[in-house]
């Protein structure tokens, strides 16, 4: 009943948006982030994959056996949210969406009856290990044959919470998959445990039977003990890895106070939010929305936004994002942006859209893991047959051992959890991830690219002289420039809209700033933006803000930067504006250099304007008047001669390069999220975290290759040992942990948030 409310509410359109976005890809469809409970293992993953894709109205799936998270496009025309979720709770898991209120609350008491699971095998294989201990170090005669008997039944006895308690999640999941017809890991580890179970209560109770009188409960404690203790210490594992995706996550307040008409404040759910609408914000709490401080002062944290560290001041006129949390004092806001059009549900799309991608190593690994348990399953089998002649218990052993020992749980986490431990230190460093598999190729990189405007200067640009046609005031110019620019996020168009507001706050003109509205603007990609002013009392007047090109501009002599304005009669006016080389750009030069890279810019600026800025950071290879696409062909030339680029841009005019190049960074404060074709995204625009970034992902793939190479050794070694029937099933249990867990230590190892400066790995 309480399922069926749920899918009910979840089947709402207006519900839609708390957990879904639309697919650009995919007009129509939208895209669902989900959090999967009750699976252990990447062949869970390939499971819930096929069961949701066999769903009509599905269109792709993307589930992570790491993280238990997932990605799945679909279309409402063909399908509701509760006809793909009931697809996989029918084979026994369960489908929430990702920012589900209560699924931190869900996610503690898991690990809570996993504890208590294990607090019960714990206590149970100690008083079984006492009961067997007698007849391992007894002499014949020492004890009578009642008393042995008697301690077998006393440990039977305390077998029973361990089996029918702490082994439960095992038990439910095989019966799960031979339900569905299914193999995933935890069927071998149930079938041993059954098995040893069945043997040693046979043991018991027939000793004259055919498979004697050894019982092996300490065995079959042991390793329930072993693999419970794995288990969990995963679990923990696995959120700490994931904890700056659960920081972002669910950061937005519920309700808001929004202004009414007559100066009264109403609280109203934060989905009744719309843009244009004034909400205070009180110190302690978050923001709701992207938008503009129209009264009070305050410091604002968006360290886990942007990367920054430090608190930042906000007045009026100051935009605030969703998400940050206001520290010091009260404000009122202007709801600007709302919803899935914030920077802070794109950083959530971003993180969960890494969260569940695969790279190629993990996606080779999976594809083996359904064979190599079948294998596993009909190497058992062999084994027992080959050692039936010699006793069947003993036979029924050496096959428990082989199904135990050879489970490939490290196998299926080698790559994926270093890949995620790495994500989730690079996001509490202010680097978002936008696909796993950026990791593993950034590491091949040889070739450094890097954009000029905004990428190696900074994007706090200073006007310092305004050209005009005749009967147009440079005062004019420049609000009007400003009314189109404060739409955009490039470099140039936030430096115009700066001066602009500064300048109006000095001369007491900020409510006059402020009623110039432009409507229509688009931004084109390497040109410049474009709009309609609404002016009171006079015709609309479509603006140009841009290039000389896109503005028709005349010439003007100087290597400063230029943009320019124009309207339907043409040229109005150019802006010079004075750049400054960002601090760290030498030295994250210098350092990449250091470590054997070429470094090299394309710009779009002139030749004139290049040239200085190369010098200045120790780039002998400068290219201007690059178009977007003369990027792209210069990037794919150097990939035709066999080298393997990265490109840093800002991320608006740069979106065909980036997308070229094997791996890109853009830098967060100057793009728009979801638009950005990059790979990784600099929430604080700082260069100097790209070369912890580069060398984080050379560790990474060699923690990876670390993990392969264990998991593999670890079962060659193993395998044998235990078809000859010299790994006991306890220690085939101890060997399957330790070596899960070892694997996930290993990638814990790069869950340390990035040093910038440093070039020590």
């Known amino acids: ?127 079984v290990m006492m009961y067997a201990t007698p007849a391992y170090v007894s002499e014949p005669g020492d004890i009578t044959p009642e ?66 009188a050894e019982v092996y409960f300490d065995s079959l404690t042991m390793f329930v003990f072993f693999l419970l203790m794995g288990r969990w210490l995963e679990l923990r594992l696995r959120d700490r890895t994931a904890g700056a995706l659960e920081a972002v996550l669910n950061r ?36 709701a929305g992207d938008g503009l401080v129209v009264a009070g002062q305050t410091q604002v944290d968006e360290a886990l936004l942007t990367g920054e560290s430090r608190p930042l001041s906000r007045q009026p006129g100051d935009r605030v994002i969703a998400g940050s949390h206001n520290l010091s004092g009260t404000i009122e806001v202007r709801i600007e942006q709302v919803g899935a059009s914030t920077r802070y549900a794109q950083i959530v799309a971003l993180m969960e859209g890494a969260s569940v991608s695969k790279p190629s190593m993990a996606l080779l690994v999976d594809r083996w893991v359904r064979p190599f348990l079948v294998a596993v399953l009909l190497a058992s089998l062999a084994a027992a047959m ?66 000029k405007t905004g990428t190696l200067t900074r994007d ?68 410049g933006v474009q709009g309609v002013l609404r002016l009171a009392g006079q015709p609309d007047r479509a603006l140009r803000l841009g290039s000389a090109v896109f503005c028709a501009a005349p010439a003007f002599g100087g290597h400063r930067l230029q943009v320019s304005l124009a309207d339907a009669a043409g040229w109005m006016a150019t802006f010079e504006l004075v750049e400054e080389v960002r601090p760290e750009a030498a030295q994250v030069v210098a350092q990449l250099k250091r470590l054997g890279l070429q470094v090299r810019i394309l710009s779009g600026d002139a030749q004139s304007a290049v040239d200085p800025i190369a010098q200045m950071v120790g780039i002998t290879e400068g290219q201007g008047a690059c178009s977007p696409q003369d990027k792209l062909q210069a990037v794919q030339t150097l990939q035709v001669q066999g080298h393997r680029v990265l490109m840093v841009g800002d991320g608006l005019n740069d ?54 190479m264990w998991a593999a050794v670890y079962n060659a070694a193993c395998i044998p040992l235990a078809m000859l029937g010299y790994l006991p099933a306890w220690a085939a249990g101890l060997g399957m942990a330790l070596s899960s867990l070892l694997v996930v230590l290993n990638a814990l190892r790069l869950a340390k948030a990035l040093v910038p400066g440093t070039l020590k790995v």
């Open 460 to 527: 706090a640009f200073e006007v310092s002289e305004i050209h005009t046609r005749a009967g147009v005031s440079g005062a004019q110019a420049l609000q009007w420039a400003s009314s189109l620019a404060r739409h955009s996020l490039h470099p140039v168009s936030r430096a115009l809209w700066s001066q602009a507001r500064s300048r109006a706050q000095a001369l007491g003109q900020w409510p006059e700033l402020e009623a110039l509205v432009s409507q229509d603007v688009s931004e084109v990609s390497g040109s």
């Open 386 to 451: 080959y050692g039936w002649s010699s006793g069947p218990a003993h036979a029924l052993m050496v096959a428990v051992a082989v199904l135990i020992v050879t489970c490939p749980c490290a196998l299926s986490l080698a790559t994926p959890a270093a890949m995620l431990a790495s994500a989730g230190a690079l996001a509490r460093s202010g680097v978002l991830v936008r696909r796993l598999e950026a990791l593993q190729n950034l590491a091949a990189v040889d070739t450094v690219i890097f954009d």
């Open 655 to 708: 979106g065909p390069v980036l997308a070229g190049a094997d791996v890109s960074f853009a830098l967060g404060q100057a793009v728009p999220l979801a638009q950005s074709k990059a790979d990784f995204v600099l929430m604080g625009s700082q260069l100097d975290v790209l070369v912890p970034t580069f060398l984080r992902s050379r560790q990474t793939l060699h923690i990876v290759k670390q993990n392969l």
């Open 147 to 212: 008393m042995l008997h008697l301690l077998r039944w006393a440990s039977w006895v305390l077998s029973l919470p361990v089996v029918f308690f702490s082994c439960t999640p095992f038990f439910r999941s095989a019966w799960r998959d031979l339900l569905q017809r299914q193999v995933s890991m935890d069927l071998p580890v149930a079938l041993g445990m059954a098995v040893t179970f069945v043997v040693s209560s046979l043991g018991t109770f027939e000793p004259q039977g055919p498979f004697g």
């Open 1 to 127: 009943m309480e399922n069926a409310l749920r899918h009910k509410l979840l089947d709402d359109p207006q519900e839609w948006a708390s957990f879904s976005l639309p697919e650009k890809a995919q007009p129509g469809c939208w895209s669902s982030s989900v959090v999967f409970e009750g699976m252990h293992c990447a062949a869970c993953a390939i499971t819930l994959e096929d069961a949701l894709r066999a769903v009509p109205g599905v269109e792709s799936v993307q589930i992570s056996g790491a993280s238990h998270r997932g990605r799945i496009v679909w279309s409402p025309d063909r399908t509701l949210p509760s006809e793909w979720m009931q697809s996989v709770e029918h084979l026994g898991y369960k489908a929430i969406p990702a920012n589900d209120a209560h699924a931190h609350e869900r996610r503690r008491l898991e690990a809570r009856r996993m504890l208590w699971r294990l607090a019960v095998a714990a206590l149970c294989m100690m008083q």
């Open 252 to 287: 937005l307040p519920g309700s808001v106070r929004k202004r009414l008409p007559d100066g009264q404040w109403e609280v109203l759910s934060i989905r009744r939010l719309g843009v244009g609408d004034v909400i205070e914000v009180l110190p302690g709490e978050a923001l």
